[in-house]
């Protein structure tokens, strides 16, 4: 019996980093998935793989260790958090698909592990609904990178564009945005724990100046909340480049992200920011009526690609 479950990527919109510390953000699944195939191993001992990846490796899950066949072993830790929690150790075979690019801010970790957790629990015939696997997919994601944001799991479960309130609470907007938008990535991979980390030893080394931004972030939220709903487009791109400069000031910024972001606006931009963890990965360019044109000086430069949300969240089958 072969188990499929896919989930998709997502972008943050408005509340990266704040959202760790109990702020609201706004963030959407995106047309870029990642898929598993589960099944019985008939070589004795279970197996992860991806050719889109180019690895393979054999994985010992008791004790959350493996032997690299081939490739990078990328996010083969994801794996093994799940497969030591929640399996009983028989041998499995994980085939991975993914049209994500790992490390580009567009949660490629949390839509494998949501995708994982899903196709497990449905060959172990466990009960299991939306709610369950997001709570579940955000402890791995705390487990292996140390402290995590429960957004990038939620998103790849439920899909959508939804508003995660102070309360942990979702809400999924009745209206998808039709501006246009892109977004750009660097082949310097982030390190989203890495980030989170960091940003957390600046608000612990300077908490009267760290916690103001955070709340700034979060305001900035909540006025997007109401320029989505009121479908203010251009309110948004400009609520993006205030957010842009308070990300600037908790140093997860680089070089190659803000090129990216003023080369998106001097192309006709509205606003673009860093979307994700920093420090690498991805900006978001909002775009209405110049998508071509940006699409054309990031990816001149360095890799893009147009972004359509996606009410569609996790599915398993």
């Not at 049209?99 to 196709?119: E, H, Y």
């Not at 939306?130 to 995590?148: C, F, N, T, W």
């Not at 480049?241 to 606006?265: F, K």
């Amino acid at each position: 019996m072969e188990i499929i479950a896919s989930a998709p990527g997502k972008t943050i919109l408005f509340g990266e980093h704040a959202v760790v510390y109990g702020e609201p953000a706004i963030a959407g699944a995106v047309n870029k998935r990642a898929t598993i195939k589960l099944k019985e191993s008939d070589k004795g001992v279970s197996i992860f793989k991806s050719d889109d990846l180019g690895f393979e490796a054999e994985l010992n899950t008791r004790t959350k260790k493996y032997t690299l066949k081939k490739g990078r072993p990328g996010i083969i830790n994801y794996i093994l958090e799940i497969l030591s929690k929640f399996h009983d150790h028989s041998p499995i075979e994980i085939d991975l698909s993914l049209d994500i690019p790992i490390g580009s801010g567009l949660g490629s970790s949390a839509a494998v592990t949501v995708a994982t957790l899903a196709a497990l629990f449905k060959y172990q015939k466990k009960e299991f609904n939306r709610s369950l696997l997001a709570k579940k997919a955000h402890e791995i994601e705390s487990s292996v990178q140390g402290i995590a944001s429960p957004l990038d799991t939620r998103v790849s479960t439920y899909g959508g564009l939804i508003y995660l309130s102070r309360d942990k609470k979702i809400a999924k907007f009745n209206t998808n945005l039709k501006s246009s938008f892109v977004i750009g990535y660097t082949s310097k991979r982030g390190n989203t724990g890495r980030m989170v980390k960091s940003v957390k030893a600046l608000k612990t080394k300077y908490p009267d100046i760290v916690n103001p931004i955070i709340e700034a972030m979060g305001q900035i939220t909540e006025e997007a909340k109401l320029a989505i709903v009121n479908k203010e487009e251009y309110k948004i791109g400009a609520l993006m480049n205030i957010n842009q400069g308070l990300l600037d000031s908790l140093g997860v910024n680089t070089n190659e992200l803000s090129r990216m972001v003023y080369l998106a606006r001097k192309a006709g931009a509205t606003g673009s920011k860093i979307t994700g963890a920093g420090g690498g990965g991805s900006i978001i360019a909002c775009c209405p009526n110049t998508q071509d044109r940006v699409f054309k000086a990031i990816n001149y430069h360095d890799h893009a690609i147009k972004v359509n949300f996606s009410k569609e969240g996790v599915f398993v089958k």
